[in-house]
């Protein structure tokens, strides 16, 4: 009978403990479950609160102006809207699920859970997708917002600048704050855009910003340089060309062709257009403008200083001109006389032809320089190309000018040979004769051979010298040289025998002062007595030294001066 209780006892605790275990197991499953159904909702929660919808709404108005962003939204919109098909299509499941979980299987509610968290997975995969192309666009807002606050500073800077610099831009400074209204009323605008997600306009606006912001940097540098050249260096550009075109009209001056005056007024009117230009801030060509037109004015005057210059050279030019045209009538006359009247004697070229041809060449000349000289006075047309003719005017005269001058000189070295000739013929005559005199009046008592040949020598060459002279035609070549080598004889020849004559006349002062002193000293009489030997053979320099150092033995400080003064 125990045995029987304590079987039924150990049977009914091992049901209990069977159900015991059933049901903890089943509790540990369902907590699991509940466990695992939570996450999902984690998960799904996380999905579902993207706020998509709001993105998709500010991409939407951001890619409003552009066609390509549109259709890349409008792609992705159709993609949201699926996958917010898909979303609650999750939430159903899980909701069938939580309602489920008493009443399934824990098999069953596991594969539900399982498939469940797959589609999940793929709706996450889809969100974040969206999600990141929706963010990019958030990007560019942010960027947009930088964009705007780093134009506001740059306002800031560019306004303080700008008003800093008043006095200095005064000209154009209602036109700088002109266009700092205009910034302000597009920071405004851009502002309204960003609000009603309007991005494109906003970006607009601020580039628009941006550019007028640099516009005025640029303007507020160029306008003290501009001002200075358009009030001040371009107008005494102006000033002093018109006084220059002035004074070349009253010089009389040809300048028409130049059209000064309707340049001027160009510039002129261009400047004026500028300064008002500058007034409204803006500078754009102005610079360019400014530089053409002072290029312009230099260039001008220097066209009106050439044309001054040639007006100048021309009159110079031609002035010359005339004075050689006098020159060549003067030359002409002179070489037409003496060819006429010497011809023959000098044996000159035949110069009928030519000097024909120069008389009329002279009274073109003439009239070519007449010519030249009106087109100057009535101002008819440019004095540069009036330069060019009395350029080749002077020329030609320059030509047949020194054509005329070779013939001249030719005359001139025929007529002053024979002139010359003439001349040194009687300066010879009058040389040799004072030579015979010499030599008979002092009646050296011996005079060398050499010297008498020499003598008959310059006697023949007097001779040859009129025999050359009285030749027709006269050889001027033959003449010249002739009297180039008798003068050199002739006049080498007296001066030897002005020495020969001079030191006999030295020695015989020497030997009557040397007279005295014969019976007082012996050696004194014998140096004389030699001295006088040595004179009569003609050994004039051996006399000439023995008779002084005989002197000098008495008197060695001042034999010479004792001999003169004894003279």
């Known amino acids: 009978m125990k045995t029987e209780y304590l079987l039924i006892s150990i049977a009914v605790l091992v049901t209990i403990t069977l159900i015991a275990i059933f049901v903890t197991t089943r509790k540990t499953r369902k907590k699991n479950l509940r466990k695992q159904l939570d996450e999902l909702y984690v998960r799904f929660n996380s999905?579902?609160?993207?706020?998509?919808?709001?993105?998709?709404?500010?991409?939407?108005?951001?890619?409003?102006?552009?066609?390509?962003?549109?259709?890349?939204?409008?792609?992705?919109?159709a993609k949201y809207e699926e996958t917010e098909g898909h979303i609650n299509e999750i939430q159903d499941r899980l909701g069938d699920i939580d309602d489920s979980m008493n009443t399934v299987s824990y098999k069953e509610a596991l594969q539900m859970l399982e498939d469940a968290s797959k589609q999940l997975a793929e709706c996450e995969k889809e969100v974040a997708e969206?999600?990141?192309?929706?963010?990019?666009?958030?990007?560019?807002?942010n960027i947009q917002r930088e964009y705007s606050s780093k134009l506001k500073e740059k306002y800031r800077v560019v306004k303080t600048t700008?008003?800093?610099?008043?006095?200095?831009?005064?000209?154009?400074?209602?036109?700088?704050?002109?266009?700092?209204?205009?910034?302000?009323?597009?920071?405004?605008?851009?502002?309204?855009?960003?609000?009603?997600?309007?991005?494109?306009?906003?970006?607009?606006?601020?580039?628009?910003?941006?550019?007028?912001?640099?516009?005025?940097?640029?303007?507020a540098n160029a306008v003290p340089k501009l001002v200075k050249d358009t009030k001040g260096v371009l107008p005494l550009m102006l000033d002093e060309t018109k006084r220059e075109l002035a004074l070349t009209r009253q010089r009389g001056v040809y300048i028409e062709h130049l059209d000064i005056e309707n340049k001027l007024n160009e510039i002129e009117t261009s400047l004026n257009a500028d300064i008002k230009e500058l007034s409204s801030a803006n500078t754009e060509g102005i610079k360019t403008r400014v530089a053409a037109a002072k290029d312009e004015l230099n260039e001008l005057n220097e066209?009106?200083?050439?044309?001054?210059?040639?007006?100048?050279?021309?009159?110079?030019?031609?002035d010359r001109a005339l004075g050689h045209i006098n020159d060549m009538e003067k030359v002409e006359n002179y070489v037409r006389i003496a060819y006429d009247n010497d011809s023959a004697r000098f044996g000159l070229e035949n110069l009928n032809e030519v000097l024909k041809k120069m008389r009329e060449n002279i009274e073109r000349y003439k009239e070519k320089y007449q010519n030249i000289n009106a087109d100057l006075s009535d101002c008819v047309k440019p004095a540069s190309e009036i330069l060019d003719e009395a350029q080749a005017l002077d020329t030609d005269i320059d030509a047949d000018l020194k054509t005329l001058y070779s013939y001249k000189s030719t005359i001139d070295k025929s007529t002053d040979g024979e002139t010359r000739a003439f001349t040194q013929l009687?300066?010879?005559?009058?040389v040799v004769s004072e030579v015979e005199t010499?030599?008979?009046?002092?009646?050296?008592?011996?005079?060398?051979?050499?010297?008498?040949?020499?003598?008959?020598r310059s006697r023949k060459y007097i001779a040859d010298i009129r025999e050359l002279i009285s030749q027709i035609p006269i050889d001027i070549a033959a003449l010249n040289s002739l009297l180039d080598e008798a003068i050199d004889f002739i006049y080498k020849f007296y001066n030897n025998i002005n020495n020969v004559v001079g030191m006999g006349i030295m020695v015989e002062n020497a030997i009557v002062?040397?007279?005295?002193?014969?019976?007082?000293?012996?050696?004194?009489?014998?140096?004389?007595?030699?001295?006088?030997?040595?004179?009569?053979?003609?050994?004039?320099?051996?006399?000439?030294?023995?008779?002084?150092?005989?002197?000098?033995?008495?008197?060695?400080?001042n034999a010479d001066e004792k001999i003169l003064e004894n003279a």
Not at 58 to 76: D, F, G, I, L
């Open 47 to 77: 999905v579902k609160t993207v706020p998509l919808a709001f993105k998709l709404n500010k991409a939407q108005a951001m890619a409003r102006r552009n066609e390509e962003m549109a259709a890349s939204v409008e792609n992705y919109y």
């Open 513 to 557: 002062f040397g007279n005295k002193y014969r019976s007082t000293y012996p050696e004194i009489d014998r140096e004389l007595s030699k001295a006088e030997f040595q004179y009569l053979n003609g050994e004039y320099t051996k006399a000439l030294k023995t008779a002084i150092s005989c002197m000098e033995t008495l008197f060695p400080e």
């Open 130 to 141: 969206i999600d990141g192309f929706l963010e990019e666009f958030s990007k560019k807002e």
């Open 438 to 456: 010499k030599l008979a009046e002092y009646a050296l008592p011996s005079i060398d051979e050499s010297y008498k040949n020499d003598l008959k």
């Open 162 to 219: 700008i008003n800093k610099n008043a006095q200095l831009l005064s000209i154009a400074y209602d036109g700088f704050v002109a266009k700092l209204q205009e910034c302000e009323e597009l920071f405004s605008s851009s502002e309204e855009m960003m609000y009603s997600s309007d991005y494109g306009a906003a970006q607009d606006d601020l580039e628009k910003i941006e550019e007028l912001l640099e516009e005025i940097k640029t303007n």
């Open 426 to 430: 009687a300066k010879l005559q009058l």
């Open 303 to 318: 066209r009106l200083a050439e044309e001054n210059k040639a007006y100048k050279l021309t009159r110079e030019t031609n």
